[in-house]
């Protein structure tokens, strides 16, 4: 690979001091920066903690790049990528024998821009708002790229940022305050050219996702009402030996979250070149400064070392049988739900089969099962609206172009209503392609794992008809002490990778599966949760679709019907395997 990279030096890190050079060798930022709509010569910015004054190298996809190392006016590597000559993939730092965690560099074209400090304001809703960034999604007649410059023109603003898949640009707009911003707003989006303007509103995120009921008891038994455990043995005695004749396939999945702690235990074995052993799982993420972020403890229900600091994956349990699973977390920039957005796109273009969202938002006034008002993760009407027609555009992309991506995402946590559309996204959305997973807990019940009662559902899981399947909602954190207990940690944030993982260890199995299949084959598997309710709930209470008559082999007194689905990750792998005798 040919890279003429300059890069940009601090004069701090040139001179930097022993104690500095002490710190772990760590990549904390990866962005796209300078002019982020140029799609041939792509810029870079990276921020490191431990590097030392003195030689080092970074790499990408395991190649060294040739780098000119020269003093800069601030506190990044710069560099910049011919587009034609280089590919998405790993890059690392390595000095003095030391190598930093890797992070996923994307060339996609996709990228928004994060406001600063002082371009967000409080709306009359109490929520904070972009005051001068919105996202205008352009009609598909018209060549987006042209037409948001011919709007900037007119609107004396700026395109700065752009989802170019989905015919979706960010402008910067000259408001200095919300009703100049909205006056703004109301006259782009009657554009003939516009089909709706996103108005971001991001402000200060929980670190972690927490129910507000009390955790359960038996945390031991969590994992198990899933069967997690059999279904690790089942996919290495199943594949393990000569006389299996099963190829297993490697699968990316995305997981749009921030940042993954590589200091903890857990993670400590990611750095590097982790692709050199085809077939472990790998981990790539910017450095968390702490073992309990949310990220980190998503990323750990999927890939976290085993026994080594609080959390356990299951995907790194597949490792001595498994064909190489890439566990990629990125969120672009801090862009609220537009950079989500942007992220998964360039996730799937680059190969992604499996994104996992543990992340949703209700609309201001959305209620709960009891009637009372949902007050987090809440959004203006105005706003809704538009990140309702940017998600639109996104799965419509998805069917069109990558028809065999799956997305997993959480149904929240504001016992509420997952499918109301009016009040709730993504999960309200419906698609093929887009899989929604509550959460559950045990039970005090002492009856066997299949039993119905043996699991019920956490009381601030998100519910109804359009969640597709239940799983165990808590789980312990890492730590930053090897072989220490982590906290414990609960929500559909965390159900969800466990649905996310088993996808992709059923796609290993048989990638020729679609969306639609892989539904069928979870909902088949599934094992029971709650009452049978005969599929018109009073009161909808029901936790998830239930079961049909179609999904037992059209039995109709079969005792699963009319029931809630619960994940079996064991029996769902079962039927993976199965499933490769129609193709054989």
């Not at 760590?26 to 870079?44: P, S, W, Y």
């Not at 074209?109 to 409080?122: H, T």
């Not at 598997?525 to 009161?539: N, V």
Request: glycine content about 8%; hydrophobic content about 40%; charged content about 25%.
């Amino acid at each position: 690979m040919k890279c003429h990279i300059p890069l940009l030096l601090t004069a701090a890190w040139l001179f930097a001091t022993a104690t500095a050079a002490a710190e772990p060798l760590r990549i904390t930022q990866l962005q796209r920066c300078g002019d982020v709509l140029d799609d041939k010569q792509l810029t870079f910015c990276v921020q490191a903690s431990g590097l030392a004054s003195g030689d080092w190298q970074a790499r990408l996809n395991g190649e060294p790049l040739q780098i000119e190392p020269r003093s800069g006016a601030d506190d990044l590597i710069r560099f910049q990528l011919d587009a034609d000559d280089a590919e998405s993939g790993p890059l690392w730092l390595e000095q003095n024998g030391e190598s930093s965690n890797p992070v996923w560099l994307s060339l996609g074209s996709s990228y928004v821009l994060a406001a600063d400090e002082d371009e967000v304001v409080e709306n009359a809703d109490g929520l904070t708002t972009y005051l001068n960034l919105v996202s205008v999604i352009i009609e598909e007649q018209h060549d987006g790229a042209e037409e948001a410059r011919q709007l900037a023109e007119k609107y004396d603003a700026k395109v700065v940022g752009a989802i170019p898949p989905l015919n979706t640009y960010q402008l910067r707009l000259p408001a200095s305050n919300l009703d100049e911003r909205d006056a703004a707003v109301l006259r782009l989006g009657n554009e003939v050219s516009v089909d709706a303007v996103v108005i971001e509103e991001s402000g200060a995120e929980k670190n972690i996702e927490r129910d507000s009921d009390t955790a359960s008891a038996k945390e031991n038994e969590e994992w198990a009402s899933n069967r997690l455990m059999d279904a690790v043995n089942f996919y290495q005695r199943r594949l393990k030996g000569e006389e299996n004749t099963i190829k297993t396939h490697p699968i990316r999945l995305g997981l749009i979250e921030r940042d993954v702690d590589f200091d903890a235990p857990d993670f400590a074995g990611y750095t590097g070149d982790c692709r050199k052993d085809k077939s472990r799982t790998c981990v790539y993420a910017r450095d968390a400064g702490k073992a309990d972020g949310h990220g980190t403890t998503v990323a750990g229900i999927l890939a976290a070392g085993w026994d080594d600091g609080g959390n356990s994956g299951f995907l790194s349990a597949l490792d001595d049988v498994g064909p190489g699973f890439d566990v990629i977390v990125d969120r672009s920039s801090d862009a609220g739900i537009t950079a989500n957005i942007a992220a998964s796109v360039n996730l799937v273009q680059d190969g992604a089969r499996v994104l996992n969202w543990s992340w949703g938002i209700h609309r201001i006034g959305a209620i709960d099962v009891k009637g009372d008002p949902i007050d987090s993760l809440v959004r203006s009407g105005i706003a809704m609206s538009g990140y309702e027609e940017l998600l639109e555009e996104f799965f419509l992309w998805l069917r069109s172009e990558h028809p065999d991506v799956v997305v997993v995402n959480s149904a929240g946590n504001g016992s509420s209503f997952s499918g109301r559309d009016e009040y709730r996204l993504p999960s309200s959305f419906i698609t093929d392609q887009l899989f929604v997973v509550g959460g559950h807990q045990r039970s005090n019940e002492n009856v066997s794992v299949d039993d119905p009662q043996y699991a019920i559902r956490r009381k601030a899981s998100n519910i109804d008809m359009r969640v597709d399947i239940t799983a165990a909602a808590c789980v312990r954190g890492s730590t930053p002490t090897p072989h220490e207990k982590g906290a414990e940690h609960c929500g559909t944030s965390y159900a969800t990778p466990l649905v996310a993982g088993l996808l992709a260890a059923m796609l290993s199995i048989n990638p020729d599966l679609e969306p639609s299949q892989l539904r069928m084959l979870l909902r088949r598997s599934a094992m029971t949760i709650g009452e049978e309710h005969d599929f018109e709930p009073m009161e909808a209470d029901d936790l998830t679709a239930p079961i049909l008559p179609s999904e037992r082999g059209n039995e109709l007194n079969n005792p699963d019907v009319g029931h809630s689905a619960r994940l079996d990750m064991y029996k769902a792998l079962d039927l993976a395997v199965q499933s490769l005798d129609s193709v054989r």
